[in-house]
């Protein structure tokens, strides 16, 4: 890899790119996020419901099946650690934010954690200073998540968007973002984040998808049965993960 | 495969390094008396002050002028204080701040209450050992800051070495994240053969611009023999070994690792997994040969130190020769 002082065209346009691409995104979330609260009729709501269609909806799912694929969401989280080598947090919180996802739906589930992840991200400094106790802090966040939260769904009457599991996920994640923040620096920790929520979404569509959901009510144990074997077969993995390959480039190099 | 991966080093770890002697390393103090008495230099331990009583009644006037105080079970160099001279009411510290008795006695406070102290622990003792001052040979490749050693080890076998060099740029820290200098030491010389700083390969440092390529480290024999003896006294089966040249008392282990860092292979552009695989086809041929004479049995095989360490040395510096050459000879037409 180059230094990072040396500063390319390429390097720049990748990065104009990016900007843009950052842009964007957050100028859609922001407008999802303001379609979920506010029902009213503008071009705003119009446009993201003409987009991405009703952002409310749920997933509707039968609640066994919430159960019966939750080892085959450890089984992803398991592969992309020993397999992928990508960095979450905690061990199976991507698991446990995808669960949350299939309780509020495929895209309020993420939306709506992820604004509470901001909003727990921007108390965190604020509560840091207050020198409380590791419990202490935890349920601070917690409650502040919840009422921001709250504040908003009966601001625009929307409460049957924000359920307390989604919520509690979050403060967890955001207390992790934190120690991580702090252990390794801001880089690390947004990268952390990205990639758990990024897992999660994978976990997301891969357990909502229609065959997954046809086999959990034709066969119910079929899944976890399967993860379990699998599981076992990852859990034996001792080969180079996929992310090692770039960072012992060098040492490959010489041997 | 010859790069050593995070999983398998893992399943390595599990196989080799019980949990009780994980425990004990996190423990300086304690690590510190199980090394001294395997014959093993340590730091000599000036006081360790393990309750409040402790700390209310102790004569913090009588310490000397250059200390170090530290979490016995600290982590990642933190709650480390180092302190180099008296002035008025107190010492300074390395780098230039006053350290009053008053912030002294906060510290061991926050130490004893295990403030600065691994995760999961309410409660720790504080650790004041004499300041070492890096061997002059050693010190006149780095700006500041303690540059130390880090030599991996399978039972009494030493897989590979580095040794890591503060800059100016990692504060004096000799953390390789941080932005410290790593370089490759060949075993037969205590030679530096290989630079990289972050990503990118090096010949001299780029703080002092001494060069690196070639630069002979002091006592080297004695610090791999301090290395070895590492493994059998801890009980870890692969320990990464972390030491340092002080001035006066030469060679020192610094602390213990269970859970060795993998960057070393960058470092030495090679990997661990060869070498690891080399290490116990030797054992396991030296085990079915006693087998034939006496009845040894093959699980221990990976975990006792064993006669023909100096073959299996001699056969990674045979492997790694070659490397060392073409390592060299980059240098050479720069010079030209
Ligand atoms: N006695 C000492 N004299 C000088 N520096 C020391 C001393 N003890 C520790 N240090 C410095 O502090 C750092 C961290 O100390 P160490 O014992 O390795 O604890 P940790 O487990 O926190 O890494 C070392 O890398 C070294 O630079
Ligand atoms: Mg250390």
């Known amino acids: 890899m180059r230094s990072d002082d040396l500063r390319l065209p390429g390097d720049i346009a990748l990065l104009r790119t990016g900007y843009a691409l950052t842009a964007v995104i957050a100028a859609t979330f922001g407008a999802i996020v303001w379609t979920l609260f506010d029902r009213s009729d503008n071009v705003v709501t119009s446009t993201v419901i003409a987009l991405f269609g009703d952002p409310s909806r749920p997933w509707d799912l039968p609640g066994m099946h919430l159960l019966l694929v939750m080892p085959m969401g450890a089984c992803v989280v398991v592969f992309v650690r020993s397999v992928l080598g990508w960095k979450t947090f905690g061990l199976f919180t991507p698991m446990l934010l995808a669960l949350a996802y299939l309780q509020s739906g495929p895209i309020a589930g993420p939306v709506i954690s992820t604004t509470a992840i901001l909003i727990g991200m921007m108390a965190v400094p604020l509560l840091k200073s207050l020198n409380l106790s590791r419990v202490g802090f935890l349920g601070t966040l917690i409650a502040i998540v919840v009422s921001a939260l709250g504040a908003m769904a009966l601001e625009f009457r929307q409460p049957a968007l924000v359920s307390a599991f989604p919520v509690v996920v979050t403060a967890l994640i955001v207390e992790r973002w934190w120690n991580a923040f702090e252990a390794d620096g801001p880089k690390k920790a947004v990268r952390m984040t990205a990639t758990t929520l990024a897992v999660a979404l994978m976990i997301q569509g891969l357990v909502a998808a229609p065959p997954v959901v046809w086999l959990a009510s034709e066969r119910p144990l079929a899944l976890p049965l399967a993860s379990i074997v699998l599981m076992i077969v990852l859990g034996r993995y001792q080969g180079l993960r996929l992310s090692e390959l770039s960072r012992f480039r060098a040492a490959n190099h010489g041997a | 495969?010859?790069?050593?991966?995070?999983?398998?080093?893992?399943?390595?770890?599990?196989?080799?390094?019980?949990?009780?002697?994980?425990?004990?390393?996190?423990?300086?103090?304690?690590?510190?008396?199980?090394?001294?008495?395997?014959?093993?230099?340590?730091?000599?331990?000036?006081?360790?002050?393990?309750?409040?009583?402790?700390?209310?009644?102790?004569?913090?006037?009588?310490?000397?002028?250059?200390?170090?105080?530290?979490?016995?079970?600290?982590?990642?160099?933190?709650?480390?204080?180092?302190?180099?001279?008296?002035?008025?009411?107190?010492?300074?510290?390395?780098?230039?701040?006053?350290?009053?008795?008053?912030?002294?006695?906060?510290?061991?406070?926050?130490?004893?209450?295990?403030?600065?102290?691994?995760?999961?622990?309410?409660?720790?003792?504080?650790?004041?050992?004499?300041?070492?001052?890096?061997?002059?040979?050693?010190?006149?490749?780095?700006?500041?800051?303690?540059?130390?050693?880090?030599?991996?080890?399978?039972?009494?076998?030493?897989?590979?070495?580095?040794?890591?060099?503060?800059?100016?740029?990692?504060?004096?820290?000799?953390?390789?994240?941080?932005?410290?200098?790593?370089?490759?030491?060949?075993?037969?010389?205590?030679?530096?053969?290989?630079?990289?700083?972050?990503?990118?390969?090096?010949?001299?440092?780029?703080?002092?611009?001494?060069?690196?390529?070639?630069?002979?480290?002091?006592?080297?024999?004695?610090?791999?023999?301090?290395?070895?003896?590492?493994?059998?006294?801890?009980?870890?089966?692969?320990?990464?070994?972390?030491?340092?040249?002080?001035?006066t008392r030469g060679v020192q282990v610094l602390e213990c690792n269970a859970y060795p860092g993998l960057e070393i292979q960058n470092v030495n552009a090679a990997g661990l997994g060869a070498r690891i695989e080399l290490v116990q086809r030797q054992q396991r041929a030296k085990a079915r040969k006693t087998r034939g004479t006496r009845q040894a049995p093959d699980s221990l095989a990976g975990l006792r130190p064993f006669g023909s360490a100096g073959t299996v040395l001699r056969d990674v510096g045979r492997e790694m020769a070659g490397r060392v050459a073409g390592a060299l000879a980059i240098p050479a037409p720069l010079a030209a």
């Not at chain 2, 393990?50 to 933190?78: C, H, M, V």
């Open chain 2, 1 to 247: 495969m010859t790069i050593l991966g995070m999983n398998r080093r893992n399943a390595l770890i599990a196989r080799l390094n019980p949990r009780e002697a994980i425990k004990g390393v996190n423990q300086k103090f304690e690590t510190k008396e199980r090394l001294a008495a395997s014959g093993v230099p340590v730091p000599p331990t000036l006081a360790l002050i393990a309750s409040e009583t402790e700390a209310a009644t102790f004569d913090y006037a009588r310490l000397p002028d250059a200390f170090a105080i530290k979490p016995n079970r600290g982590r990642r160099g933190e709650g480390v204080i180092l302190v180099d001279g008296r002035v008025e009411g107190g010492w300074r510290k390395l780098n230039g701040e006053v350290l009053t008795e008053r912030m002294l006695r906060a510290h061991v406070t926050r130490i004893l209450a295990g403030e600065l102290s691994l995760e999961g622990g309410n409660s720790d003792a504080a650790l004041i050992e004499p300041l070492i001052r890096t061997h002059p040979d050693f010190a006149r490749l780095v700006p500041f800051g303690l540059p130390d050693i880090r030599i991996i080890c399978l039972g009494d076998v030493p897989l590979m070495a580095m040794t890591r060099l503060p800059t100016v740029e990692s504060g004096g820290r000799a953390n390789l994240h941080q932005g410290a200098v790593g370089a490759a030491i060949d075993f037969r010389d205590g030679a530096i053969f290989r630079a990289v700083l972050g990503q990118d390969e090096v010949f001299d440092h780029p703080s002092t611009n001494a060069a690196l390529i070639g630069a002979v480290l002091p006592f080297w024999r004695e610090t791999v023999d301090a290395a070895r003896r590492c493994s059998g006294a801890l009980g870890l089966g692969y320990v990464g070994v972390d030491l340092v040249i002080d001035a």
